[in-house]
């Protein structure tokens, strides 16, 4: 049996957000969850249930990484297939990021239950890609989502 390899097609041109706005975790959540719903990508009935579940597990310890960057996840029961978002506050966003700065990039991934292999080798691939210091360079000089996902593209697997 192969190994589960990194759903990178869950990140679109129409599921990147290079203006975010918002001054509280929740609000930048809520934010990032509609975007995924203004580009068809969540299903609008999902969304009090999938911020609920965003806002328990920031809840149980912030996913931001420190550098600038948050990686907000979940896994939803019923869901068909997995959400990814992009989003960019060119000002930051106090997120308690380990490090105490503010976070300019985040990278959303909402997956169905039943993909947990997926979902944790997304996970893996974020991780790792985050590490890298130009990566964060990168997505906050982006001009256009295609910039964006040019940089997602270029650490792909």
Known sequence: MSAPVPDLEVF???????????????QILEVIVDHAIASKALPR???????EILVEREGRGSTAFGKGIAV???RVAGLRKSVGVVARSVEGVDFKSIDGEPVHVFLMLISPES???????TLRWISQSVRDPDFLSF???????????????????
């Open 115 to 121: 993909r947990a292999d997926e979902h944790l080798a």
């Open 139 to 157: 997505i906050r000089q982006a001009r256009s989502p295609e910039d964006v996902l040019d940089v997602l593209q270029e650490r792909a697997p």
């Open 72 to 74: 907000p996840h979940a």
């Open 45 to 51: 009935t999902r969304k009090e249930q999938v911020l």
């Open 12 to 26: 679109t041109r129409e599921s990147v957000l290079l203006d975010l706005a918002g001054d509280t975790k929740e």
